[in-house]
RNA sequence: GGGCCCGUAGUCUAGCCUGGAUAGGACACAAGCCUGCGGAGCUUGCGGCUCGGGUUCAAAUCCCGACGGGCCCGCCA
């Protein structure tokens, strides 16, 4: 697969190399690291900066090494020329050749552009994981959006990808909406899972102010850890129900899963008890003494981690335990197994699987290497935790092939989110899309008057929805987010609908040029802004392998953003259909084909819509 | 007490990992383009690295110390 900017670098490496052996010195450090690009493109396209390296290494003065390196440089591949500004050697790309080049990769990988398939591993991403029993709010939003974006990065980086939704089903959370379900008779009149959501709530604040109420919770949970009764049962059908409302709301996101996993189903399979054994077989697990009688410990200290609690004085197992059990089932190492059925079909055609009791147990499911976790940035230790057990139990590969997507929360003006308290109320990401969708229907119909009622639904829904998933990606994810609807409704320049928008545009042009396609000389592109399109075109490919190399998911939509103000910037100066001569037409009309292409591309990996008409 | 993350114009944000030339972009505000292949646009202006020290030829970036915000160090969930 073509990856034209990276081409550029690799030819300006190798010249590098080639200047450097030649004079017989040594590169100070990997040359791809003294790279940068000039603040200004009429300086340069790359520079260098390596005779700052090299004066230290060879105790010479920057200038001379310059002008020495620069005598020995001989430009090859896509390098033009290189210049000695001051002390950095700038390298300029040939305009033309990175043109063709870029323009054909684009023409033949369409849809696949951009996907480099550097990686045939197997990754698994677990993401969302929100306890079934309430709604999803917006911050349980960024975290789908994240784990979902990541996931269609590494499918294009060539990964087979499986994405994986843990539910727990035992927590103290279901027992608590269990007794509010059966306490509470007059429940609120709305979907399933904000039902839950808001008698739990109400159950909550009653169960810390009586005692008789937190006796039977604590009786429901010891009956939900046991696996058997009609609390069991009733659990089942609660949150089957729960996950089920869940699910409608991710399905209108464009999230999928190719698998749920119950807490349940795993507690049930054994691989706890096998982890703890193989732990124990190690000396990493030990008995508590003096106020931790009675539990089970594990220790880490010679890793930098201080001790652990796996098992309380009751035999119960703690969380992060049953995390790393399934961590290790994650990398096929368990013996013991899980058995699978078809849960559901999301709208994109993803067969959602899910655990269960009465299920097959095939294969095909687990053994990854490579595991992406995609949990809140408070996690950190535990997450540590995990990763250094693996790695406490000979699994070094798979230790370091486990990775922590932390990311911060999602707060509102008034606070942090609490499900205790109910705060998520009107800030569910039903609502949230609901509010947006509404928002954009009435801008849709500002913009396309003559269309029908049918059209502004459809617009208005990708646009909603896209406004949405743009606004959770776009900030980095160590960053805590704010929410305020001025920015989850942004349909400006910065926002997905913006990049939407040029998008149709572009589909737009096509439309009317009434032939494409004839020849066009290979040095028409005179325009900067024609020729800074094609460099950033060239360097898609780049964007995307380090997104999934950094897990940096907000990478294209950053990338898109620019892409799409570069188009805006083209197409005010650039008329295309009316261009000068017929061959600056046609060149034109490969550039904005070529745009179509990365723009939707760019759109795909993060799960926005990208529309031909809005 | 120990540790981790964040701090960039009035607001939001990129750059920090891997030090390099004039810190990039958006919103808001002000002025302009005046309907052109879709104005959800373009151009111009305004304004910024929390503070103090250190390392370096060079610091938003690395180190130390403050300050502000958040988080973790539970047999909680």
Redesign the pocket.
């Known amino acids: 697969m073509v990856n034209p900017w990276g081409e550029f670098k690799r030819d300006v490496c190798r010249a590098l190399e080639a200047a450097l052996s030649k004079l017989g010195w040594q590169p100070p450090?990997p040359l791809?690291?003294?790279l940068?690009?000039?603040?200004?493109p009429?300086?340069?396209d790359l520079?260098?900066?390596i005779?700052?390296?090299l004066?230290?290494s060879l105790h010479k003065s920057?200038t001379w090494l310059m002008a020495e390196l620069s005598k020995a440089l001989e430009p090859a591949g896509l390098i033009a020329r290189v210049e000695v500004?001051?002390?950095?050697?700038?390298f300029f790309v040939d305009v033309q050749k990175l043109t063709e080049l870029t323009l054909r990769a684009v023409e033949e990988a369409d849809e696949e552009y951009g996907h480099l398939k550097v990686s045939r591993g197997k990754a698994v991403i677990e993401h969302t994981s929100v306890?079934p029993t309430k709604p999803l709010h917006i911050g349980h939003g960024r975290n789908a959006v994240i784990g979902d974006t990541m996931a269609r990065i590494l499918r294009a980086l060539g990964y087979e990808v499986e994405v994986q939704n843990y539910i727990d089903d035992m927590?103290?959370?279901v027992a608590e909406t269990l007794l509010a379900n059966q306490l509470i008779k007059r429940k609120p009149r709305a979907k399933f899972d904000h039902v839950l959501g808001l008698i739990y709530a109400d159950m909550h604040r009653r169960v810390r102010q009586e005692a008789e109420l937190e006796a039977r919770v604590r009786e429901i949970?010891a009956e939900l850890e046991r696996g058997k009764g009609r609390w069991v049962t009733m659990a089942k059908r609660l949150t089957q129900r729960c996950v089920k409302a869940n699910l409608e709301t991710t399905d209108r996101l464009g999230v999928s899963y190719d698998l749920l996993v119950w807490e349940s189903d795993i507690a049930r399979s054994g691989m706890l008890d096998e982890t703890l054994e193989r732990l124990k077989a190690i000396n990493r697990v030990v008995e508590?003494t003096g106020?931790?009688?009675?539990?089970l410990?594990l220790r880490l200290a010679d890793f930098g981690i201080?001790?652990?609690?796996l098992?309380?004085?009751?035999g119960?197992a703690?969380?992060?335990a049953r995390d790393i059990a399934y961590q290790l089932w994650k990398f096929g190492q368990t013996k013991s197994g899980l058995r699978f059925k078809l849960h559901s079909k999301r709208p994109d055609g993803t067969k959602t699987y899910t655990t269960a009791q009465r299920g097959k147990s095939v294969a095909k499911f687990g053994r990854a290497g490579k595991v992406i976790n995609v949990v809140?940035?408070?996690?950190?230790?535990?997450q540590q935790v995990v990763s250094t057990a693996l790695r406490a139990l000979g699994l070094e590969r798979e230790s370091q092939n486990s990775y922590h997507l932390?990311y911060?929360?999602v707060w509102l003006p008034s606070g942090?989110f609490s499900g205790r308290k109910g705060t998520w109320v009107g800030f569910s990401v039903d609502d949230v899309v609901e509010e947006a969708v509404a928002r954009?229907h009435t801008?849709?119909k500002?913009?396309?008057p003559k269309a029908t009622e049918r059209f502004w639904r459809k617009?208005a829904e990708f646009?909603g929805v896209g406004a949405v998933r743009y606004s959770l990606l776009?900030?980095?994810p160590?960053?805590?987010?704010?929410f305020?609807w001025?920015?989850a409704l942004?349909?400006?320049?910065?926002?997905g609908?913006?990049i939407?928008?040029?998008h149709?545009?572009a589909?737009?042009?096509l439309?009317?040029?009434k032939r494409r396609g004839g020849k066009h000389p290979i040095d028409v592109f005179k325009l900067p802004e024609e020729r800074r399109l094609v460099k950033l075109l060239s360097k898609f490919p780049e964007v995307v392998r380090?997104a999934g190399e950094?897990l940096?998911p907000?990478?294209p939509a950053?990338y898109a953003?620019?892409l799409?103000?570069g188009f805006?910037?083209?197409?005010?100066?650039?008329?295309?259909?009316?261009?000068e001569t017929p061959q600056l037409c046609a060149a034109?009309l490969r550039l904005v084909n070529c745009v179509r292409i990365t723009l939707r591309n760019a759109l795909d990996l993060m799960g926005i819509a990208a529309?031909?008409?809005?």
């Open positions: 450090r791809e690291e003294t940068a690009e000039p603040p200004d009429k300086l340069g520079a260098s900066t005779c700052f390296d004066a230290k920057p500004v001051g002390n950095y050697l700038n306890n927590g103290r959370q949970l508590g106020d931790r009688a009675g539990t410990i201080e001790d652990k609690v098992v309380r004085s009751d119960t703690v969380y992060t809140g940035a408070e996690q950190r230790f535990p932390a911060e929360h942090r954009a801008v849709v500002e913009h396309a617009a646009v776009s900030t980095s160590e960053k805590k987010i704010v305020k001025e920015e942004n349909f400006d320049r910065n926002s609908p913006a939407q928008y040029s149709a545009r589909c737009s042009i439309r009317k040029a380090e950094k940096q907000y990478l950053l953003a620019e799409a103000l805006n910037k083209f197409y005010e100066v650039a008329p295309v259909i009316e261009a034109r529309p031909e008409r809005m």
